[in-house]
């Protein structure tokens, strides 16, 4: 955003209230086109998510108990992988609204694993409830930042799961957060890869 005020200054024009929507408007979608660009990455932990959360339902029903959560041992690698990702990334587009998603979302995923991995013996089973209603407010900030639809009824949809896990059996609870993370993530992020490619074809 700073680029363009000052090319608005350099070409000396005053900043009328239609200049200064334009300005908005642009920078906006700027953001969104970034973050179609990123549906790969919603889509990667989307699926991460997915066989994470079946994988740890399929040892639950199977009485594998003491060892039912290692298959989130996974989300690690994919937040290496993730940073991985973005540290190769050109990152000259990035301006304030992209900046904030992705602090929005780095402070959701710092909770989820402190919450998952460190509290999880206080909280019990009101872990994936607690990581649902996170991964549902990082997701509807992002919508409402880049002015996103099928992001915020995601974002909307996940929150609301994670309220309706408060009463469900705690042994179908990663059942819901697997169904989830495929239904609310994993299907918009790959709706918004074919988005940006569409976009990049016209």
């Given amino acids: 955003m700073q680029h363009i005020y000052k090319r608005c200054i350099m070409e000396n024009q005053n900043l009328t209230p239609e200049k200064s929507f334009e300005i908005i408007n642009q920078v906006i979608?700027?953001?969104?086109?970034?973050?179609?660009?990123?549906?790969?990455?919603?889509?990667?932990?989307?699926?991460?998510?997915?066989?994470?959360?079946?994988?740890?339902f399929i040892l639950l029903k199977n009485g594998y108990y003491n060892i039912n959560y290692y298959p989130y041992f996974v989300?690690?690698?994919?937040?290496?992988?993730?940073?991985?990702?973005?540290?190769?990334?050109?990152?000259?587009?990035?301006?304030?609204?992209?900046?904030?998603?992705?602090?929005?979302?780095?402070?959701?995923v710092l909770n989820i694993f402190i919450i998952g991995f460190l509290l999880v013996g206080i909280l019990k089973q009101n872990t994936i409830p607690i990581i649902l209603i996170l991964v549902g407010i990082g997701t509807i900030v992002s919508a409402g930042a880049i002015k996103n639809k099928l992001t915020l009824y995601s974002g909307v949809v996940i929150n609301l799961a994670g309220l309706a896990c408060f009463g469900l059996k705690w042994i179908y609870q990663p059942l819901l957060l697997g169904i989830v993370f495929a239904v609310a993530i994993l299907i918009p992020g790959i709706i918004l890869m074919v988005q940006h490619k569409r976009r990049q074809n016209v």
Avoid: C, D
């Fill in 75 to 108: 989300m690690p690698l994919g937040a290496i992988y993730t940073g991985y990702y973005y540290y190769k990334k050109e990152r000259s587009r990035q301006n304030q609204i992209s900046r904030m998603v992705s602090f929005s979302w780095a402070a959701v």
């Fill in 29 to 56: 979608n700027e953001a969104k086109t970034r973050f179609e660009e990123n549906g790969f990455i919603y889509a990667f932990w989307g699926l991460l998510g997915t066989v994470a959360a079946l994988g740890q």
